[in-house]
């Protein structure tokens, strides 16, 4: 399990017995942290700091630590914050500003200057809090009582946030083939991406894939057949196209495993060698954990991979999602989103129908996939963009309905919802700030996850809800513009 440092901070200046109580409290909030968190990340108590020195030896140790994803701060008693100053230039970790103390209560009859003097991170954690803002340092501040349920969930999702930041550092992914011809926000600076959020993003020949699936035996294809018949209804007579996925899935599950990918991209442009263009195959993978992006979207595959990680441990799904059709009845305005195959079974609300169809771009063989009706229920869809001088994310509310009537001829599965606040102030929002039609749409994570995720990561991040007015939105994005300079 990961790690997350709880520091304490103080100063030399207060003599044994206080320091000794501080060093106690510390270490029995830390206590009850790990305790409350444990299913999520191990809490590890750091003795009191005390001088300059060992500011900057705890979070130069944090930022060694392989196995530490973020630090907990927070200052039990006035702690001066120039000694932070080397310290947080050294620390290269998430941070949370816990700004809490050890008492809940104040104790109104004895309460002293003693007392005072020793639960004082009112005060102190302002200090600490000036500098931190000095240093231009993005970080979370979480402020109550530490063991108030609502504070411990706040600390809980920046643990998840961390982990999804610390799995990004080094995450590779591999794209089959390129991104599709002429296509625009499915590129980006795959360059910038591994500097700012560590993903390795490399291309691989679709050949590559070819030679595994190739030497793929009929015994890994009927273990892989088995697992689809055991999880979805088999709703075709073509077996053989069936098969033919299955024979993939098979290889990219080697691949993967070969080289250590997390997320990956394939494109109906670049297929040689394969007859047909992963449909279930690409769809049983995604519900595993893996990210996905269509058409050499890489962005999206990443994206994809890295909210999973956060969404670990919750209830709801999380994967790729494309915006394609709408039903603009007054009122009552509705968005499909649905793919020409590769829509995740974590996202079914029935029980997935194995299906064989021809694909109308490609000119390849029918391809088999997954077909079914979508969940209900409040989510988010988040895109990420590349802008030329810096990312943005754009995360926007939705609520997943049922949809109103069977649609027998669509061969391929869907969602249905609704975007917050209307689908004329939503999607004009999304259109505005250069929102893609791939998304990642999750019911598990919310806005403040996203928002979380992009403090952490200095991200842009635009939000459209139920509080998005157009005109307050599109001068937010032109103030975006002129602190990048970038308006050409
Ligand atoms: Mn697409």
Redesign the pocket.
């Known amino acids: 399990m990961k790690k997350i440092y709880f520091i304490t901070g103080s100063q030399d200046l207060y003599g044994e017995a206080t320091l000794a109580q501080a060093e106690k409290d510390s270490a029995e909030m830390a206590a009850y942290l790990g305790e409350k968190l444990s299913d999520t990340v191990d809490i590890v108590h750091t003795p009191i700091v005390q001088t300059a020195d060992e500011a900057e030896d705890l979070c130069i140790k944090a930022t060694a630590d392989k196995e530490c994803t973020g630090v907990i701060l927070w200052m039990h008693t006035f702690s001066p914050a120039k000694m932070w100053i080397r310290a947080l230039q050294a620390l290269r970790k998430p941070m949370l500003h816990l700004h809490t103390q050890y008492n809940e209560k104040l104790p109104y009859d004895s309460i002293d200057m003693d007392f005072m003097n020793l639960n004082q991170s009112a005060h102190g954690d302002r200090e600490f809090g000036f500098i931190c803002t000095r240093l231009g340092i993005k970080r979370e501040v979480v402020a109550g009582y530490y063991k108030n349920e609502k504070v411990i969930e706040k600390i809980r999702r920046f643990a998840k946030a961390a982990e999804a930041v610390a799995f990004g550092k080094g995450m590779r992914v591999a794209m089959f083939g390129n991104n599709?011809r002429d296509?625009a926000v499915?590129d980006g600076d795959r360059v910038e991406s591994e500097i700012r959020y560590g993903w390795n993003v490399n291309y691989y020949g679709i050949g590559d894939l070819v030679k595994i699936a190739d030497s793929v035996t009929d015994a890994e294809t009927d273990e892989k057949i088995k697992e689809y018949t055991d999880k979805y209804d088999m709703d075709t007579d073509n077996i053989a196209a069936v098969r033919e996925q299955a024979r993939y899935e098979a290889a990219l599950d080697k691949f993967i495993a070969k080289n250590r990918i997390s997320a990956f991209t394939d494109t109906f442009q670049d297929l040689h060698g394969l007859s047909q263009l992963p449909g279930i195959a690409a769809q049983n993978i995604m519900a595993k954990g893996i990210g996905f992006g269509?058409?050499g979207?890489y962005k999206t595959a990443a994206l994809s991979a890295v909210l999973q990680k956060m969404a670990e441990g919750r209830e709801g799904a999380t994967g790729f999602m494309?915006d394609y059709t709408y039903d603009l009845t007054d009122g009552e305005e509705l968005e499909l989103a649905s793919?020409?195959l590769e829509v995740s079974p974590v996202f079914a609300g029935t029980k997935p129908r194995i299906q064989v169809h021809p694909l109308s771009i490609g000119g390849k063989s029918d391809p088999a996939r997954l077909v079914f009706d979508g969940i209900e229920g409040e989510g988010i869809a988040v895109s990420m963009v590349d802008m030329g001088d810096r990312f943005r994310l754009i995360c926007a509310g939705i609520t997943l309905v049922k949809q109103p009537l069977p649609m027998p001829k669509l061969p391929v599965a869907r969602l249905m919802w609704k975007i917050k606040p209307d689908l004329q102030t939503g999607s004009a929002a999304w259109i505005y700030a250069g929102g893609a039609?791939?998304a990642v749409v999750s019911t598990a994570l919310t806005a403040d996850d996203i928002r979380l995720f992009a403090k952490l990561t200095d991200t842009e991040l635009v939000i459209i809800d139920e509080k998005t007015d157009l005109a307050a939105f599109e001068a937010q994005l032109d103030l975006l513009d002129l602190k990048y300079g970038s308006k050409r």
């Open positions: 599709m296509v499915t269509p058409e979207d494309e793919h020409m039609h791939h």
